[in-house]
Nanobody, 124 residues
Framework: QVQLVESGGGLVQAGGSLRLSCAVS????????MGWFRRAPGKEREFVAG????????KYAEYAKGRFTISRDNVKNTVYLQMDSLKPEDTAIYYC?????????????????WGQGTQVTVSS
């Protein structure tokens, strides 16, 4: 049974930072890409960032570039999302997901396992 458990969400003021973590168990974590997605109230789920199996390639949504950093620790089976310069429009539930391939894709349909999500709220 594959389990992904996110943590690190919360309430932060605009301009602040949060670091999300996603711990993965029950699967060979090191062979696949990982991704972060988010769903804001009333909006579709969207890609935030992804990282390939060995951490050497990352991809970001345009709004995340320069503010968010994805990383992974293949010893701890954990993927992280460092979020800086947060804006109210970053308010959403953030989900981590385990990809089907070693390389990064931004299509949610190519991620097979998902966490339960962690709420991020940015106040103005």
């Amino acid at each position: 049974q594959v389990q992904l458990v996110e943590s690190g969400g919360g309430l932060v003021q605009a301009g602040g930072s949060l670091r999300l973590s996603c711990a993965v168990s029950g699967r060979t974590f090191t062979n696949v890409a990982m991704g972060w997605f988010r769903r804001a109230p009333g909006k579709e789920r969207e890609f935030v960032a992804g990282i390939n199996w060995n951490g050497e390639d990352t991809k970001y949504a345009e709004y995340a570039k320069g503010r968010f950093t994805i990383s992974r620790d293949n010893v701890k089976n954990t993927v992280y999302l460092q979020m800086d310069s947060l804006k109210p429009e970053d308010t959403a539930i953030y989900y981590c997901a385990e990809g089907r391939w070693r390389f990064v894709v931004n299509n949610a349909g190519e991620y097979d396992y998902w966490g339960q999500g962690t709420q991020v709220t940015v106040s103005s």
